[in-house]
């Protein structure tokens, strides 16, 4: 782990070269290069190892990227700058997505730890944010000098975590990240950061909360450390829960508006998604060419934003105020052509549409669908899922779908059940415009929605068992 510190921490090729060509003009100023310095921990790195370095040891070590750049002045900067390794030279491609992805999120665990900082009117959050961002070096020269190491560790991280499993296999981040601050010269807060006994303390203990928090997203913000974790935040903080966990959620948002790494799935990304699948990049159809990537980028932050907002509107909602905000974002937000809902009767095998929005929507409305008859809906009564028709497939599904369905029914369309706690509600159906089907992007968005429908109908059916433990009748009211 020695010969780790003896290599330099490599940038990302456009940062370098777009901090170069800033510094080439002559009315550049440098508050346009620290903004791409503050959110590269290549760059950071960089210049906090060269000012550092010129102090020397008795003197207390700068942690602000602005102060450091205004002691090196912009010809030593550049000169830092361009000595820099470029990742994409260092690191093999086929380990690069990795690393991107520890990239990501270390950015975002500095907008996590700047925001806090703030909220606690720390004296220089910056400081805060820049530690925060160089707290995983240890495991970033890792996945980029000794990949198959990583991977190690990576893999039983979800268990361990990233220091137990790193400890586990040989590989002590924490020792190694003692050794690159005392190396590099780095600020000593950052040496705080990995020494436990120092979690007494505000500072140290902050960052050290928003890289875990960071670390463990990637795994998904609804698993059980996820959720212990914000607890330990909300703590820290001194504020309640359910407004730690909305103001967490909007500065995840913040941050990968700010521009997150192409490659890499931020962590607001990840706000939406399920276990095992691969948030959307896209939703509307469409016959245009692929868009440039500053358009997709642009798509994918406001399809994460409708995401966030339906979210956070399902909170403490009542089944009515479910069924009809999961109708409206899936018309009016998302432009599925034809949405309806199909409500189980009262003591029959029979479902009737109960809302129906779209052109064309009335042929599905007056239906009366026997799920007893058709295995299709009998099986996805039984538990929440999902099913996608489409033209591959539609002649293998309609022997059992009921014939007034199947007629009505577009081309290509998807279904997913909902349930109040255990007990099915109906199933939601939908479909695009006549003669375009349904790729997988619209299909893991359908389910996306219809996913976070399910879990504000358990949380109210958990709050109404809670507060009438006596037999709970699920009654759909009209709407």
């Known amino acids: 782990m020695q010969a780790l510190g003896e290599l330099a921490l490599p940038t990302l090729a456009s940062r370098k070269k777009a901090c170069v060509s800033l510094l080439a003009r002559r009315n550049c100023t440098l508050g346009d290069v620290i ?3 503050v959110v590269d921990p290549g760059l950071t790195v960089a210049v906090l190892q060269n000012v550092n370095r010129r102090r020397g ?3 207390v070590r700068i942690a602000s990227v602005e102060s450091a750049v205004n002691l090196i002045g912009q010809t030593q900067l550049k000169a830092c700058i361009q000595e820099v390794p470029e990742l994409e030279t260092v690191c093999r491609a086929e380990n690069l997505p990795m690393t991107l992805m520890l990239w990501e999120r270390q950015r975002h665990a500095a907008a996590q730890a700047t925001h806090w900082a703030q909220l606690r009117e720390d004296k220089s959050p910056s400081e805060c944010g820049i530690v925060a961002l160089c707290a995983g070096l240890p495991e970033l020269m890792t996945c980029v000098y000794r990949p198959d190491e990583y991977r190690a560790v990576f893999r039983a991280q979800d268990e361990l975590g990233s220091q137990g499993a790193g400890v586990a296999r040989g590989v002590d981040f924490a020792e190694l990240g003692r050794q690159l601050v005392q190396r590099w010269c780095l600020p000593e807060l950052l040496g705080d950061v990995f020494r436990s006994e120092r979690y007494e303390f505000y500072r140290p203990l902050g960052i050290m909360l928003a890289s875990e928090l960071a670390r463990l997203v990637d795994s998904g913000w609804y698993i059980a450390k996820t959720v212990t974790c914000l607890e330990v935040v909300a703590e820290y903080l001194g ?3 359910d407004r730690c966990v ?25 706000l939406v998604q399920q276990t095992g699948e691969v948030v959307i990049a896209d939703v509307a159809a469409s016959n245009r060419e692929v868009p440039e990537k500053n358009k997709s980028d642009d798509r994918q932050t406001r399809l ?6 339906f979210k956070q509107q399902l909170q403490g909602a009542d089944l009515r105020t479910v069924l009809t905000l999961t109708m409206s974002v899936l018309h009016k937000r998302l432009k599925f052509s034809r949405c309806v809902i199909f409500v189980l009767d009262k003591g029959k095998p029979s479902m009737q549409a109960r809302i129906a929005l779209g052109e064309g929507a009335e042929t599905l409305q007056q239906l009366r669908l026997d799920t007893g008859k058709s295995p299709v809906f009998s099986s996805l009564l039984k538990k929440p899922q999902s099913l996608l028709v489409n033209t591959q497939n539609r002649q293998r599904y309609a022997p ?3 014939v007034e369905f199947d007629a009505a029914s577009a081309d290509s369309f998807a279904c997913m059940s909902l349930f109040f706690g255990q007990r099915p509600i109906g199933v939601v159906y939908v479909d695009r415009q006549s003669g375009k089907s349904f790729g997988a992007d619209h299909y893991a968005c359908f389910k ?5 429908a399910n879990q504000s109908l358990r949380a109210a059916a958990t709050k109404a068992k809670t507060s009438c433990p006596q037999k709970i009748r699920v009654r759909v009211p009209a709407l």
Do not use: F, T
Not at 304 to 309: A, C, F, S, V
Not at 448 to 452: M, V
């Open 35 to 37: 903004s791409i310095v």
């Open 57 to 59: 040891k008795k003197r």
């Open 448 to 452: 996306n929605i219809c996913g976070l």
């Open 239 to 241: 504020w309640p829960y």
């Open 400 to 402: 059992h779908l009921p």
């Open 304 to 309: 994460q934003g409708i995401l966030l907002q």
């Open 246 to 270: 909305e103001m967490v959620h909007q500065v995840a948002v913040r941050s990968a508006r700010s521009g997150s790494l192409p490659g890499a799935v931020p962590a607001a990304a990840r």
